[in-house]
């Protein structure tokens, strides 16, 4: 019985009923979009540590992010070949530096990987196959998903054109694609040698490196070996980071150390208060509408637990169908906003489920403060 009857006093009210779906809508989208941005900010601000390919990683000391790195010493790579076990270690520049779009002239930031191309150091696809052409004079390799404000350039040289532009007032030449993707720091990249890096950065020595990238040999007890160079580096002046803490190293730096991943958590937490807000007032609504049955009830021997159930079973309904529509707007604002920005955000399994079960508990949260009133319910007072 107690189900049909939660269902049916929703329905009583169709206006209600859809003023509440439409708020929890609201308030899933919200949160959707909110907990979206910030796994895409995260997600898209590791494809770089991800697409690396090493081992074992230095980093200096003074360094916050990979997107501004702060450089160090070369030696300490010819160090770190002394270690028994590896194999290689390299030098990776990064950089910022102005692009010109070479149709509409605008100019743009864009970020800049340079190193020796003997020895691949990116997992990137289209590295490998393009990399012997970047040691050709000014030439460089662009990122396919890099923002449409770049200009056509993907598109003219999968038509086989050649593509020159000016980047930090250099004239230089794109001869071949890769594809890593924008983030919140970068909206596209390139790569080139390091010879043509430096080409480009002038006020740069080959001594001060962004990123040392350590190859072991095979078979090579990675974790021995990193305890080793972390002992032989013990200047202070560089961190030895392995890959999951060189991609950890970079996502708490967005999660936690910027305001925009603390901006997209607030704002999943304003999604949840206003959800809770407005199904309380649905829920507080009905149940005062409803009082003199419900008081009915109560002298007739019915006990509060039997009310509460209604009250939250309500709550669960509602809970239940708001999320529907939501998640269907969700997945279409997702997409529009992958295609539109270039960032990875996608509706994943945890995300909906972490969404569905917030929702459901702001549901709750207000059938529990709505219930304060039918408890104090007393037929006496009613009648």
Known sequence: MRIPLAWHQLIYGKTRLLVALAGIAFADVLMFMQLGFKNALLDSAVRLP????????LLSSKTDTLILPKSFSSRRLYEVM????V???????????????????????IFVLGFNPSVNLLTLDGVAENLERVKQPDTF???TKSRKEFGPIKEQVLAGKTVSTEVGNRRITIDGLYTMGSSFGADGSLITSDVNFFRLFSSRTKGAIDIGVIQLEPGANRDLIYQKIKNQLNQGDVRVLTKEE????????????????????????????VGIVVVYQILYTDVTDHLPEYATLKAMGYADRYFLAVVFQEALILAIIGFIPSFGLGLF?????ARATGLPI????????????????????????????????DPADIF
């Open 82 to 85: 002394g270690v028994e076990g």
């Open 246 to 273: 060189l991609i950890n190293f970079e996502r708490n730096y967005w999660s936690n150390r910027t305001t925009i991943g603390f901006i997209f958590g607030f704002g999943t937490v304003i999604g949840f208060i």
């Open 87 to 109: 194999a290689q270690a390299r030098p990776l520049y990064l950089f910022m530096n102005v692009w010109k779009n070479p149709e509409t002239k605008q100019t743009r930031q």
């Open 346 to 377: 996608l509706m994943t399994t945890a995300r909906a489920t972490t969404v569905l079960l917030l929702t459901v508990l702001m549901c709750i949260i207000s059938g529990a403060i709505a219930v304060g009133k039918l408890r104090a319910a």
């Open 50 to 57: 991800k697409g690396l390919k090493g081992d074992i990683f």
């Open 141 to 143: 390799l662009f990122d």
């Open 333 to 337: 604002l997702y997409s529009n906003t």
